[in-house]
């Protein structure tokens, strides 16, 4: 990959988050990283003798300038390739706070090291061939992560195991490419070496393992902001009070008075990495109101139920729930889970009425224990998987993916329908294998690049 210019500056970046705190770490990476922190008096100094790799040593940094003490801190160096970003990097453990690191930061500044700009360092990484794209992207979601589901999936990305996985669907390019290559240098041979249906089925595997991997583009979104789970209901059915059950803490107001929530709620509620995240919203109940607020509220419910993957259907009474559950299927899509509030002010007589209903008492915690698998369930619906199978996260991973399928599936058509000669529709493969590189980010696309570390922060 090229350079860029200021690829080759040694650049400084605070890597821990400002703010007050134990310890801070202020990183250095390029050519010059070892020299300026050795000219504030790491590693014994500018008369200093080699220094000893990937070993911390305490170090009483002082201005060259003036001699005055800048901090002590912990200095360790880890040369070139050995290191995040496969340059020199130095990495200074100062104490935390805002002071310190910031005297640190803007000595290294004054004797040769510029601020880094946000995702630099694994830009670098990726350019010295320490990481490929998609593991400089599972760092940056491994720090946004929000739940333990995303974390988990950013790890298994990081280890390698989308990147395996693209690289293994562009072999397959390749090996249909050489078939074809066959083909197109010896075509008189008539059902020569290459039989045509050779062709038809490798290119109908690779159009299938292409359509697989996209179809977990859902499955990513789900992972990566938790299935949107809306609570709806008549006003006053208890759907703040299941709202907070569900979360185990107070987040939405409870009131007698029907036509207290009047905006929609929303909070992820995250039960560990064997669980798809949850984004649970409570709405404001499903009624005609003359109330313009209260108006505004229910459509707001309506909006969310059009994109809801799973609802709670809530109801006090069967005829509730009966009507509740009439008036949502109108308004979505989702799996829609009756759920039968206020069991506790029920009679054993008066029964659970209806077989499919979940009968909950947020009031005395009964029945959130059965709900939360059915809630699964739903979810799973949109998304059948495995939570630890190789899965797409981002847009950037599906459009690509998509310009791959589309281009073996034109391919496909041309040959089956030999419509056009084979090196014509060899064009389409390339332009496949292509894509596949790039979204793993073995070609040279600076733009690529932008995007991607456009969106990292500073110091990453
Ligand atoms: N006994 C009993 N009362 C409940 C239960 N859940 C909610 N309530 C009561 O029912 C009333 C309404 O509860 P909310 O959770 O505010 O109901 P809501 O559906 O959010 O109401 P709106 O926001 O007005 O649409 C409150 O007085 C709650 O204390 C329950 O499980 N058992
Ligand atoms: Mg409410």
């Known amino acids: 990959m090229t350079l860029l210019p200021g690829d080759d500056d040694t650049i400084v970046a605070l890597a821990t988050a400002s703010g007050r705190g134990a310890v801070a770490m202020v990183r250095l990476s390029g050519a010059r990283a070892i020299d300026i922190a050795r000219a504030l008096g790491a590693f014994g100094g500018v008369t200093g003798g080699a220094v000893d790799p990937r070993r911390a040593q305490l170090v009483k940094l002082a201005d060259p300038d003036t001699g005055a003490p800048l901090e002590q801190a912990l200095v360790t160096a880890f040369p070139a390739p050995h290191s995040f970003t496969g340059e020199d990097v130095v990495e200074?453990?100062?104490?935390g706070g805002a002071v310190s690191p910031a005297v640190v930061m803007g000595a290294c500044i004054r004797h040769g090291a510029r601020a880094a700009r946000p995702g630099e360092f694994s830009r670098r990484a990726v350019l010295r061939g320490r990481m490929d794209l998609l593991q400089a992207e599972a760092v940056a979601d491994l720090i946004e992560a929000r739940?333990?589901?995303?974390q988990r999936q950013a790890l298994a990305q990081l280890d390698g195991g989308l990147s395996r996985r693209l690289q293994a669907l562009r072999?397959?390019?390749?090996?249909?490419?050489?078939l074809l290559a066959y083909d197109i240098d010896f075509p008189e041979e008539d059902d020569g070496p290459i039989a045509p249906e050779r062709v038809a089925a490798a290119a109908r595997a690779l159009g299938?393992?292409?359509?697989?991997?996209?179809?977990?583009?859902?499955?990513?979104?789900?992972?990566?902001d938790g299935a949107l789970v809306v609570i709806a209901g008549p006003p006053n059915a208890g759907k703040s009070s299941l709202?907070?059950?569900?979360?185990?803490?107070?987040?939405?107001?409870?009131?007698a008075v029907p036509g207290t929530t009047r905006d929609a709620i929303e909070a992820l509620l995250d039960r560990g990495s064997g669980h798809l995240p949850l984004r649970l919203v409570d709405t404001a109940g499903l009624r005609d109101t003359e109330d313009e607020v209260e108006r505004l509220g229910i459509e707001v419910s309506g909006r969310y139920l059009a994109q809801a993957q799973v609802v709670l259907a809530c109801g006090a009474s069967m005829e509730d729930l009966v009507h509740t559950q009439q008036v949502v299927r109108e308004r979505t899509t989702a799996v829609v889970v009756p759920v039968l509030?206020?069991?506790?002010?029920?009679?054993?007589?008066?029964?659970?009425?209806?077989?499919?209903?979940?009968?909950?008492?947020?009031?005395?915690?009964?029945?959130?224990?059965?709900?939360l698998p059915r809630i699964d369930m739903a979810a799973q619906a949109?998304?059948?998987?495995?939570?630890?199978?190789?899965?797409?996260?981002?847009?950037?991973h599906r459009a690509g993916l998509t310009v791959a399928h589309h281009e073996v599936a034109a391919f496909q058509a041309a040959w089956n329908h030999?419509?056009?000669?084979?090196?014509?529709?060899?064009?389409?493969?390339?332009?496949?294998?292509?894509?596949?590189?790039e979204l793993i980010g073995t070609v040279d696309t600076e733009d690529v690049l932008d995007r991607v570390f456009r969106d990292f922060c500073i110091g990453k």
């Open 171 to 178: 072999n397959e390019v390749i090996h249909l490419e050489a």
């Open 92 to 95: 200074i453990g100062t104490h």
């Open 208 to 224: 299938e393992a292409l359509e697989a991997l996209l179809r977990t583009a859902p499955r990513g979104a789900m992972v990566r």
């Open 382 to 396: 949109h998304t059948p998987g495995d939570t630890d199978a190789v899965i797409i996260t981002r847009e950037r």
């Open 418 to 437: 030999g419509a056009l000669p084979a090196p014509v529709a060899a064009v389409h493969l390339l332009a496949a294998r292509e894509a596949l590189a």
């Open 243 to 255: 709202f907070n059950a569900l979360l185990g803490e107070s987040r939405a107001i409870v009131t």
């Open 147 to 150: 739940t333990q589901a995303m």
């Open 341 to 371: 509030t206020k069991s506790d002010l029920r009679t054993a007589i008066d029964g659970t009425g209806d077989g499919d209903a979940v009968p909950v008492s947020a009031e005395a915690g009964d029945g959130l224990a059965a709900l």
